[in-house]
DNA sequence: TTGAATATTCCAATATATGGAATATTATTA
DNA sequence: TAATAATATTCCATATATTGGAATATTCAA
């Protein structure tokens, strides 16, 4: 499914329907609900008016009315005549509820504004989710620019430091299939430099810190950590993000146990303890 | 039929809608997905097994199930052996897309960081929602200290400076509605207070401009603009907090300046021209 | 290991969702 | 303004998707 990712939007018209998002298997014996969750998706991905939903759907307009129209009572859906319908209320309040209620994000505040605040930089908190890193929280820096991600946003695993932190534990053929993920067709890149890669992933792995070195952004770097949870499983990964003026080679490897650190402390709230699941093999 | 729920039960009788679009009958036909979404709002009550969830949906244990798994396969929900069901990273993502597809998050988003800036002060952006304020934006100052209101937060109208400023409009029946909800019993505040309250209301209603003057927090204070659209209702509000130390009565009134011109400017954004909807009568 | 609590699958019965066609509501012209 | 197009909404008989009881499997607590 094409990501409706702000940075980016490739189209604002709806297009012809690609692939059928057919999630059919499980979840028999709950069409309709299927149904109303592919309106509720469909309508994130862009399609605003009723036509284009039911053609996206494979269902009549009838049905899909009925469907928009419950969301739409339930807030979870708006409709503007004219405008067509949009994302509703209701999700914007179980969204907040849901940030709120991971434990990962209640243990993680106060490490994340503390650390902000030593490094007077921006700092981030993210998790993988359906290969691709999520951000959850940011607490902004202090100085005088702003790193402009955005809670929310997504980006690649293999071209952020979080993401990196995020697949540390996994195995080298895995790593291969994250690296390049995304990119598109006509930049792919060179054997060599994926050999490169892998090769910086074994010491980030063997260091348990993770580099953006300018993967995404040529000015950009940060610091990364993995944060584990009570089976030693990396569940998210903490980040210090500056321009590269400020992450000179020795500022990192500083940052390095700061950021270890912290990413410990909060992994050791959510029931870690230290050894557990850290590299060993 | 679910009896459970409070917000159903219409039924025969000729609806007289006064004021509220009652969205009477919608959701038949979609018995399925409706419980779906009780199934998701249960558990973002805080409900967590299927037990539970059965009883509170008044539906068999066996239907409960499905509707769950359905949702979990989905992502709108996780299940973990033992902790039971909690909301899913769909709802982050929906809630965060939601935020940005706000025409007024992008229209606010620079403006609140300018106002943040000159401040130093924390500027909030909140709407009114089901009758209570919802705040869906925040800048945090440059003080020594944070107010700790979150985003996602939901605080009384009648007691914050932006749920005042979003009522402004309203009549005076409005506003009666408004005060003292919330409030236990025992706390019912004293007719005098009211009358008060409201002879306030009046004199923001003038300015098109609200404070809060400790109602909630002794020592915390606010100045609060509404936020119009095209059709110059308002839709949102921004507010500057900070402690009493810093909000002694001059600084307020130099402040309502500032935020009333970030709010027309605003509102400017989405279509609104100066005049359109501003007090009148 | 046992027993208790909880989750999951099976199946026939029917209440529930379905889509075609008719209608109502808005937008866009003339 | 009226007439047209475009879109949303309601109606209803039909059959299909959903239901819940009971049986089974899984996990948790001693």
């Avoid at 702000?6 to 059928?20: F, H, I, L, N």
């Avoid at 106060?110 to 929280?137: K, M, S, W």
């Avoid at 810190?209 to 993995?226: I, K, N, Q, S």
Wanted: with cysteine; glycine share 10%; net charge neutral.
């Amino acid at each position: 499914m094409p990501a409706g990712v702000p940075t980016d939007s490739v189209e604002a018209t709806k297009p012809a329907p690609r692939g059928r998002p057919r999630t059919v298997g499980a979840g028999e014996g709950a069409q309709t609900l299927m149904r109303g969750l592919d309106v509720l998706e469909a309508i994130a991905d862009g399609t605003t008016d009723l036509a284009a939903l039911a053609a996206r759907l494979g269902t009549t307009r009838t049905t899909t009315h009925r469907l928009a129209a419950a969301l739409v009572a339930r807030r979870y859906l708006n409709f503007a005549s004219g405008d067509g319908y949009s994302l509703g209320p209701k999700l914007l309040e179980l969204g907040f509820q849901t940030r709120h209620s991971m434990p990962l994000h209640q243990a993680a505040r106060a490490h994340l504004a503390r650390l902000a605040e030593r490094t007077l930089d921006t700092v981030q908190l993210g998790i993988l989710d359906e290969g691709v890193v999520f951000y959850i929280d940011k607490v902004p820096g202090q100085r005088r620019f702003e790193i402009r991600s955005n809670m929310g946003d997504r980006h690649h695993v293999w071209a952020t430091g979080l993401g990196k932190a995020l697949v540390l534990d996994m195995t080298e053929d895995q790593w291969n299939g994250f690296f390049g993920k995304g990119r598109p067709d006509d930049a792919r890149p060179s054997e060599a430099a994926r050999q490169e890669w892998l090769a910086q992933m074994r010491t980030y792995a063997r260091n348990g810190v993770a580099f953006d070195l300018g993967e995404t952004e040529a000015e950009l770097r940060c610091v990364a950590a993995p944060i584990r949870d009570a089976s030693g499983a990396i569940v998210a990964a903490v980040s210090v993000s500056s321009i590269t003026q400020y992450m000179q080679p020795e500022r990192m490897t500083d940052l390095s146990h700061d950021v270890r650190e912290t990413a410990a402390a909060i992994s050791a709230a959510l029931g870690w303890r230290k050894g557990v699941g850290t590299a060993s093999a």
